[in-house]
């Protein structure tokens, strides 16, 4: 049977230029790579047989690509959509399964907390959703839809009839306004609060500095040397903090940081220093802000709402002092503790800048939209589980 006569081939200056790029570029598939070059040999003259031999593939291959791109151009050289194997299961299948993760297994009657792949597979089969399942196929459809059953939150609802009313002035001071009027230059807003039980742990064995491809080695056993308490309070905008350590958080050591700050400029001098708290018992109620105020007429304590000690730009100071100072904890006694914590006040107020707030009362009536909506549907959920 006679040979079929190659294919002549011409090529565009554009054309030549794509397949020059295809068949030496490194972020080109293999397979493209070589059906370029096939082309671009072709284009010289070269037979099949030839362009085989120097490419190093099947004499059909060559045939088959120097066809296609003489039809079709350079979309010839791209894979033919292909039917594939049949599906396994359905899409309804698919669903059920992706509704039993969006149930708690308490609800379903699965003595489990939340759910795993292996275990939805698992399930899918008892409830006759399939015949057989494996947990990869649940978790590429759960994957589908970013369902993770295996994890979890931790929120507390807002309860507190005031809220809003109470973090639209801590977000006020922020923006530097105290009920519609802007603040003036010689008035100051702080951040207050304290970090509790900051533990002296002594390692038995020598924390290990990181090396290369190896991180710091922290001994996992350790000495007790005691623990303290680190109060502080943070100037919203000047980014200053005034720090101390006590033995024990209460009302004294509270009122001897306020006393701490108060006593030094520009706080003594100034026309008001607001104190932002939360709802601790150092600092509760109208008896701590009549404390405040007897002590030092100027100074002005807001309280923030229950629950919401996260409006609180301390507790963000605080974090920084968990990640950089605290953890890992390892340290010879209490008083290795209060020197790193003053050490690293020195530091930070050297160098820090603003916290970059954002969270604005537009995004506060948002955030209570939402949580309306939920309540509502909440409630319209279990009237409607009583009334059947």
Same mark, same amino acid.
């Given at each position: 049977?006679?040979?079929?006569?190659?294919?002549?081939? /011409?090529?565009? *200056?554009?054309?030549?230029?794509?397949?020059k790029?295809? /068949?030496?570029?490194?972020?080109?598939?293999?397979?493209l790579?070589?059906?370029?070059?096939?082309?671009?040999?072709?284009?010289?003259g070269?037979?099949?047989?030839?362009?085989?031999?120097?490419?190093?593939?099947?004499l059909?291959?060559?045939r088959?690509?120097?066809?296609?791109?003489?039809?079709?151009?350079?979309?010839?050289l791209?894979?033919?959509?292909?039917?594939?194997?049949?599906?396994?299961f359905?899409?309804?299948?698919?669903?059920?399964?992706?509704a039993?993760?969006?149930?708690?297994?308490?609800? *379903?009657g699965?003595?489990?907390?939340?759910?795993?792949?292996?275990?939805?597979a698992?399930?899918?089969?008892?409830?006759?959703?399939?015949?057989?399942?494996?947990?990869? *196929?649940?978790?590429?459809?759960?994957?589908?839809d970013?369902?993770k059953?295996?994890?979890?939150q931790?929120?507390?609802?807002?309860?507190?009839?005031d809220?809003?009313?109470?973090?639209?002035?801590?977000?006020?001071?922020?923006?530097?306004?105290?009920?519609?009027q802007?603040?003036?230059?010689?008035?100051?807003?702080?951040?207050?609060?304290?970090?509790t039980s900051?533990?002296?742990?002594c390692?038995?064995?020598?924390?290990?500095?990181?090396g290369? /491809?190896?991180?710091?080695r922290?001994?996992?056993?350790y000495?007790?040397?005691?623990?303290?308490?680190?109060l502080?309070?943070?100037?919203?905008?000047?980014a200053?903090?005034s720090?101390?350590?006590?033995?024990?958080?209460?009302?004294?050591?509270f009122?001897n940081?306020?006393t701490?700050?108060?006593t030094?400029?520009?706080?003594?001098?100034?026309?008001?220093?607001?104190?932002?708290?939360?709802?601790?018992?150092?600092?509760?109620g109208?008896?701590?802000?009549?404390r405040?105020t007897?002590a030092?007429?100027?100074?002005?304590?807001?309280?923030?709402?229950?629950?919401?000690?996260w409006l609180?730009q301390?507790?963000?100071?605080?974090s920084?002092?968990?990640?950089?100072?605290?953890s890992?904890?390892?340290?010879t006694?209490?008083?290795?503790?209060?020197?790193?914590?003053?050490?690293?006040?020195?530091?930070?107020?050297?160098? /820090?800048?603003?916290?970059?707030?954002?969270f604005?009362t537009?995004?506060?009536?948002?955030l209570?939209?939402?949580?309306?909506?939920?309540?509502?549907?909440?409630?319209?959920?279990?009237?409607?589980?009583l009334?059947?």
């Amino acid at each position: 049977m006679p040979v079929a006569a190659a294919r002549p081939i /011409a090529l565009r *200056t554009a054309e030549r230029e794509r397949l020059k790029k295809m /068949a030496y570029g490194h972020k080109t598939e293999h397979r493209l790579r070589m059906r370029a070059q096939v082309v671009l040999h072709a284009a010289r003259g070269r037979s099949n047989a030839r362009i085989a031999r120097e490419t190093g593939l099947h004499l059909d291959t060559v045939r088959c690509w120097r066809g296609r791109f003489a039809e079709h151009g350079l979309g010839g050289l791209t894979d033919r959509e292909r039917s594939g194997r049949p599906p396994s299961f359905t899409t309804l299948q698919a669903a059920q399964v992706k509704a039993l993760a969006c149930q708690l297994p308490a609800e *379903t009657g699965v003595p489990l907390a939340r759910w795993s792949c292996p275990e939805l597979a698992g399930e899918a089969v008892a409830r006759a959703i399939a015949g057989s399942i494996s947990a990869s *196929t649940v978790r590429r459809w759960l994957n589908d839809d970013a369902i993770k059953p295996w994890q979890h939150q931790s929120w507390i609802f807002i309860t507190a009839p005031d809220f809003r009313a109470k973090a639209e002035r801590v977000l006020d001071l922020y923006a530097r306004t105290w009920q519609g009027q802007p603040l003036g230059p010689d008035e100051y807003v702080i951040s207050a609060d304290e970090k509790t039980s900051i533990q002296a742990r002594c390692r038995c064995h020598p924390t290990l500095a990181p090396g290369q /491809a190896r991180a710091m080695r922290v001994n996992h056993t350790y000495g007790r040397g005691g623990a303290l308490a680190y109060l502080a309070a943070y100037d919203v905008h000047a980014a200053k903090v005034s720090g101390r350590t006590e033995p024990r958080t209460g009302i004294d050591p509270f009122m001897n940081l306020v006393t701490q700050v108060m006593t030094k400029e520009p706080y003594a001098s100034a026309k008001r220093v607001f104190w932002i708290v939360d709802n601790g018992s150092s600092h509760r109620g109208r008896k701590a802000a009549d404390r405040l105020t007897a002590a030092f007429p100027n100074a002005v304590m807001v309280h923030t709402p229950i629950h919401a000690s996260w409006l609180n730009q301390v507790e963000i100071y605080f974090s920084v002092v968990q990640r950089k100072v605290v953890s890992p904890n390892d340290f010879t006694d209490l008083t290795q503790v209060g020197d790193r914590l003053r050490a690293f006040e020195d530091r930070y107020n050297a160098t /820090a800048q603003p916290f970059q707030w954002k969270f604005t009362t537009s995004d506060l009536d948002d955030l209570l939209a939402r949580l309306d909506r939920h309540t509502a549907d909440h409630q319209e959920a279990s009237s409607f589980r009583l009334g059947a």
